[in-house]
């Protein structure tokens, strides 16, 4: 399967209004593809439009809610009206909840499977079909948590298994059928978006995030890799692999472990001080990044090696080439002193 590069492509994205779907929107565009921007507030759209216009970028917008089958079916066809279609197609957009499972109303659990669970299925549905016989590709935003679920955040991680569960089966059934899509599903560690602010919270203090935490222009330069490259999928941060790892070879352990910490890291010691919450209503900014007052790697050396394997093969070459040399050298010189 070859995926066209990015500046011949149309990409859609949802949640593109904030957080990691803004700085893959913004990083899109510089890179020269056209876009169709998905969120569910119409002035944060319409000036991330006129930002991204007034760079040279061939761009438009759908307001649009993407728990509705009938929004993504508006998308789809403002895509098809605006730019005869697209190559690619984000699912990005995403709500969360802090809370213990048994605090949190059933509307809300359901209501968050609506945004996290449904409008992967939906947008994934409409792209395979546009895609059957154009090819592109299809990018689900799981996260680690779709491997590993942790406390606190319980129904947010049972969404992320489902995305995950159903982002393979579909995978499978399209290779099945022959279909020329790529379908990716990135899993990102913590990322200092406005993650925390924007969820439903039903602790008494404010929710933070556990380190280590990473810029979300790391998960965007996966996202775009994904849209260029068939892949099946990509963790973001080594944290997120080893999460993983954990869960799935000592999960008996990992969840002592949790249990003893994430209940007192994922909450600050201050009471909240926001009612705002994104779950029923839109934040309706354009924010890129969190107030994560800790330190925010800019870079993962571990998704850096997954992105460009035959760079890091080479620099591992270069490097035992050149350890090889320096001891070579040091059993001459050593082989020398011992003659004299």
Not at 154 to 159: E, F, M, Q, R
Not at 188 to 198: D, F, R, W
Not at 221 to 235: F, K, S, T
Not at 308 to 321: K, N
Request: hydrophobic content about 40%; glycine content about 8%; charged content about 25%.
């Amino acid at each position: 399967m070859k995926l066209k590069k990015l500046e011949d492509q149309v990409v859609v994205i949802t949640g593109a209004t904030s957080g990691i779907g803004l700085v893959t929107a913004r990083m899109a565009a510089k890179r020269g593809a056209r876009l169709v921007l998905v969120a569910r507030t119409e002035p944060a759209l319409q000036a991330l439009t006129e930002e991204l216009r007034g760079l040279g970028t061939d761009a438009t917008y759908v307001k649009a809610d993407v728990g509705h089958e009938r929004d993504m079916r508006n998308v789809r066809d403002a895509a098809c009206m605006e730019f005869g279609g697209f190559d690619a197609w984000i699912n990005n957009a995403a709500v969360s909840i802090y809370g213990k499972v048994t605090d949190v109303p059933i509307e809300d659990h359901r209501r968050l499977f609506d945004t996290n669970y449904w409008g992967v299925v939906y947008g994934s549905l409409i792209a395979a079909e546009h895609l059957a016989t154009k090819g592109g590709a299809i990018i689900n935003i799981g996260s680690t948590l779709s491997d590993r679920a942790i406390p606190i955040q319980g129904t947010y991680s049972a969404s992320k298994h489902a995305i995950k569960g159903f982002t393979d089966a579909l995978r499978m059934e399209l290779e099945h059928d022959k279909s020329p899509v790529s379908v990716t599903l990135i899993k990102p560690a913590t990322i200092n978006t406005p993650y925390p602010q924007h969820a439903k919270n039903y602790l008494p203090t404010d929710p933070a995030l556990p380190s280590p935490v990473y810029d979300p222009s790391i998960v965007a330069e996966a996202i775009l890799y994904a849209a260029e490259n068939p892949v099946r999928d990509l963790y973001v941060g080594g944290s997120a692999k080893a999460l993983s790892m954990a869960g799935y070879y000592a999960p008996n352990l990992t969840d002592k472990f949790m249990e003893r910490t994430m209940f007192d890291t994922e909450s600050r010691e201050k009471h909240s001080s926001t009612q705002h919450r994104a779950l029923h209503h839109p934040s309706g900014e354009l924010r890129e990044t969190g107030d994560y007052e800790g330190h925010v790697a800019k870079t993962s050396l571990y998704t850096k090696a997954r992105l460009h394997p035959r760079i890091t093969a080479g620099s591992f070459a270069f490097l035992a080439t050149a350890l090889g040399y320096a001891l070579l050298r040091r059993a001459n010189a050593n082989s020398q002193e011992k003659e004299l």
